[in-house]
């Protein structure tokens, strides 16, 4: 198997979005050359979902790197909890409130469940969103979450049913690819001058892309629960298709919300040291 080199460049995620990146680690991008020579046997799709971690040189550096990736799908995977707590504590409040207005105490809670007022007082009357509680205009109606949410399942359905490319770069070369479909079957392959720590890491970035996609079917199953709970709060009909985008948009601003709060710890703890 012949090298093959590329640009270094630092380690990342790719298109890191959501919660420190966790639930977009995935992107539906064209298999480079290098990656399809790389097996001159497989066929190669276009939109084929694809998982490439670049790592430093150095082992310790590689394997802090990586610990940092795990550390975001477990950070992610607690913060999910927090949100199915918050959605239904916002549903158990709602309950109690006499309509979707802007004296429910539902409303004090923050701004996923401010927005989620909107959203439903939008489902129940049919009118535009409005700001309940935030003192401020509610950043998106009705329309603009249901077409986000597609957007979600469209991906989240592409990088269910196909197969994927989890690939490991060294300084910018790859070093290891597996193809894997979401049954588990599995083939990998490494250049011949890949040592065992070398393949330890490469196991270790298909664990935290495995786990990612978990992270990410979570999310949309939780959104589901929460829709059906969400669907008790209106009496229109189509209420029941309208609350899943409206329970969805809320886990992904709960979980962009700690993953705020997540990276300004970080910060402040680098600042300190650094004084």
Excluded at 43 to 64: F, G, I, M
Excluded at 202 to 215: C, G
Aim: with cysteine; hydrophobic share 45%; charged share 15%.
């Amino acid at each position: 198997m012949d090298d093959h080199q590329t640009s270094p460049s630092s380690f990342e995620f790719q298109a890191p979005v959501a919660f420190g990146g966790v639930l977009d680690f995935w992107s539906a991008a064209p298999l480079s050359a290098e990656a399809v020579s790389f097996d001159a046997g497989s066929a190669a799709v276009d939109d084929t979902p694809v998982w490439r971690v670049n790592l430093p040189a150095d082992p310790d550096a590689a394997s802090a790197a990586l610990a940092a990736g795990e550390s975001q799908v477990e950070a992610a995977q607690r913060a999910l909890d927090v949100a199915v707590d918050r959605l239904q504590t916002f549903i158990h409040t709602q309950t109690a409130a006499l309509s979707f207005d802007a004296t429910s105490p539902a409303a004090a809670l923050g701004e996923p469940e401010a927005e989620t007022l909107a959203l439903l007082n939008e489902i129940q009357t049919g009118g535009p969103a409005v700001s309940f509680g935030l003192g401020e205009k509610i950043g998106a109606g009705l329309d603009t979450v249901a077409r986000q949410f597609q957007e979600f399942v469209d991906a989240l359905l592409h990088n269910a049913v196909n197969y994927a490319w989890v690939e490991t770069r060294i300084e910018g070369q790859l070093v290891c690819r597996t193809s894997i479909s979401w049954s588990g079957d599995a083939k990998s392959l490494w250049l011949t001058t890949v040592d065992p720590e070398t393949l330890a890491l490469h196991q270790r970035v298909l664990s935290i892309a495995v786990a990612s996609r978990n992270t990410f079917i979570k999310t949309f199953s939780v959104a589901a629960q929460g829709a059906v709970k969400l669907m008790t709060l209106l009496s229109v009909p189509g209420g029941a298709v309208l609350a899943l985008p409206a329970a969805w948009r809320f886990i992904s601003q709960v979980l962009a919300e700690i993953g705020k709060q997540k990276n300004t710890t970080v910060q402040t703890q680098e600042a300190s040291h650094g004084q």
